[in-house]
């Protein structure tokens, strides 16, 4: 089982709609929690970091994470069709300070 | 430069041959990284540099899989004997503090292995 699981998708949802992403970790030791947007043929590109349980906002994207569910989440408001991309969740142990553990992807279309 | 910058973008070679990927770091960051990622897949921790040493190299697959930072700045990923397994793409970021949590990725190095 990986350290960080996530849902490969593809998610399909039409312009304007909320898009829910998440992320489960096995690892109490994961205390640091970023979340990364991926197009096609680019780099990973930074959007969120958070340390702390509870919600951060920046824009139409908000990151809520759950330490004591092992659970984090990105939520997108009013989608554009340029939101089509792979989201990455990334972590942090504490035990493996510089070493970003990634999910999968989760593949997201926003639909016209 | 205004990003994190690696070259060459696309490396054709032939198993058995020796690559370099180089990497060119945000002005100023203190921290680099490499990842390698697969179709398909997240991107996967290979190293790990502060400053001019590297302070965590566990995820290096083998010995055939070597990387520097002389001078604190530039860095270059080598691989020795390539194998086809090695074709993926070669991620590298850069942070102003160590810890990875503000990784800059670049565009990475899309490395095939005929």
């Known amino acids: 089982q990986k350290e960080v699981e996530q849902d490969p998708g593809p998610l399909s949802v039409p312009e304007g709609a909320i898009v829910s992403l998440n992320c489960t970790y096995s690892n109490s030791a994961f205390q640091y929690f970023m979340w990364y947007r991926q197009y096609s043929r680019k780099g990973p590109e930074l959007l969120m970091y958070?340390?702390?349980?509870g919600n951060k906002e920046d824009g139409r994207f908000t990151a809520q994470v759950d330490k004591s569910s092992k659970y984090i989440s990105l939520f997108i408001r009013d989608s554009q069709p340029s939101d089509s991309a792979t989201y990455l969740c990334a972590m942090i142990r504490t035990d493996s300070w510089g070493k970003l553990q990634f999910g999968a992807g989760t593949q997201v279309v926003v639909t016209p | 430069g205004a990003g994190v910058s690696q070259t060459p973008s696309n490396k054709v070679t032939e198993k058995g041959k020796y690559v370099e990927l180089r990497c060119d770091p945000i002005?100023?960051?203190?921290?680099l990284y490499w990842y390698r990622q697969s179709l398909g897949q997240g991107p996967e921790f290979l190293i790990y540099?502060?400053?001019?040493?590297?302070?965590?190299d566990s995820g290096l697959p083998n010995d055939r899989f070597f990387a520097v930072r002389p001078e604190g700045s530039v860095s270059t990923l080598k691989i020795q004997r390539t194998e086809r397994g090695d074709s993926a793409v070669y991620l590298c970021?850069?942070?102003?503090?160590?810890?990875?949590?503000?990784?800059?990725f670049g565009q990475g190095t899309r490395l095939t292995v005929v």
């Open positions: 540099f502060q400053g001019t040493g590297a302070a965590d």
């Open positions: 958070t340390y702390s349980s």
């Open positions: 002005s100023g960051h203190t921290a």
């Open positions: 970021a850069s942070s102003s503090q160590g810890g990875g949590t503000e990784a800059f």
